[in-house]
């Protein structure tokens, strides 16, 4: 069973620094995107980040030039490295995983429990 672990949520002072973390368990096989999302109280969730397998990333406009998101496929985590956060950044922030199956060509999304991220002014 494919389970997604995050990890590095806090409380920190705006312009100060987080790391996420994000571990697949259950899986020998790695997923062709992983991305972090968040969702603020009364808000939608959105889209912070993503990348794939191949390294390709993409950013929110809201994020681009302070947040940074790599992987290591080889043990299946992606990291969310989050500067000079602002406390409109504070959210429960959900990694994500996707694993398209090649037969079907239909995707799989996973989603982690989230991890509550709190940016104090």
């Known amino acids: 069973q494919v389970q997604l672990v995050e990890s590095g949520g806090g409380l920190v002072q705006a312009g100060g620094s987080l790391r996420l973390s994000c571990a697949a368990s259950?899986?020998?096989?790695?997923?062709?995107?992983m991305g972090w999302y968040r969702q603020a109280p009364g808000k939608q969730r959105e889209l912070v980040a993503t990348i794939t397998s191949g390294g390709s990333t993409n950013y929110a406009d809201s994020v681009k030039g302070r947040f940074t998101i790599s992987r290591d496929n080889a043990k299946n985590t992606v990291y969310l490295q989050m500067n000079s956060l602002k406390p409109e950044d504070t959210a429960v922030y959900y990694c994500?995983?996707?694993?398209?199956?090649?037969?079907?060509?239909?995707?799989?999304?996973?989603w982690g429990q989230g991890t509550q991220v709190t940016v104090s002014s």
């Open positions: 259950g899986t020998a096989f790695s997923f062709n995107a």
């Open positions: 994500n995983a996707v694993r398209r199956n090649t037969i079907t060509n239909l995707s799989t999304n996973y």
